[in-house]
């Protein structure tokens, strides 16, 4: 293809994702966001999200790693309708997941109202799908010569796992992380109908709009970009010195 034409897209496409983020940031002044930074809501709402998406990264990382190995490494029927189903939390609208998950938890009993637990399952069921798919191009970019070489020379297999297998996907269970972890902090459909208090971020931005319109959200919604975009430039200069996400 034409340098120039692929150089011009790369340039529409960076300009589509910059140029409203960096008005949006310009549209606040100063002042206007340092007083935000005392407003003890916004904070409390910002704790519950990221704890909120900690865990739910975290569980996801568990969950989704045994299936994402089993995904790249073993051979069976109805392989690709697993790896269908892996995929449905992203194409399921996010407030059908919400209407979903409080029926069935309601059902069997189990109280997710209005609860950080409600908020958490929400943001495992929207980001799960991220880990999965990262540990199952993980698992499937090792070379199985390496594992037979290991065994051969009479190493174990938790031994070749955990020396050997487990290193070389580490960057991909990184960025499965982190791709679940941004997933879960934005999420709002799902959280909308199931948790709408402790109020997380995205819900307190939903609300001041919806009750005192655009500029009363903005300065909050500036704040969660430019935090947001603070999360991440720190789990990138981890994942750079140390090699892991």
């Known amino acids: 293809m034409n340098r120039l034409f692929i150089t011009t897209l790369s340039i529409i496409c960076l300009s589509f994702i ?41 569980t996801g990382l568990v969950m ?13 029927w109805g392989k690709s309708l697993l790896e269908s ?46 880990v999965i798919s990262s540990c199952a191009m993980g698992f ?17 297999p938790h031994h070749i796992f955990f020396r050997i297998t487990l290193p070389l996907v580490l960057p991909y269970i990184g960025r499965g992380f982190i791709l679940s972890f941004a997933r879960s902090l ?15 971020i995205p819900i307190l931005i939903y609300e001041r709009f919806e009750n005192f319109g655009l500029n ?3 300065p909050a919604t500036v704040f969660f970009i430019l935090l947001s975009l603070f999360v991440f430039i720190l789990m990138l200069l981890i994942r750079r010195r140390r090699g892991v996400f």
């Open 186 to 200: 934005s999420e709002v459909g799902a959280i909308l109908i199931i948790a709408y208090y402790p109020k997380s």
């Open 140 to 156: 499937s970019s090792v070379d199985p010569e390496l594992e037979w070489t290991a065994r051969t020379l009479g190493a174990g």
């Open 18 to 58: 910059l140029v409203p983020i960096s008005y949006l940031i310009l549209s606040v002044d100063l002042g206007t966001l340092l007083d935000t930074l005392k407003d003890g809501e916004l904070w409390s709402a910002m704790k519950i999200s990221l704890i909120g998406a900690s865990f739910a990264s975290l």
């Open 85 to 130: 189903i892996t995929f449905l939390p992203i194409v399921i609208p996010h407030v059908a997941v919400g209407i979903m998950l409080l029926c069935l938890f309601s059902r069997i009993g189990i109280p997710i109202v209005d609860t950080i637990y409600g908020i958490i399952l929400a943001m495992l069921f929207v980001s799960i799908s991220y």
């Open 216 to 218: 009363a959200a903005l």
């Open 64 to 76: 989704g790693m045994p299936l994402g190995f089993i995904i790249a490494r073993k051979q069976f």
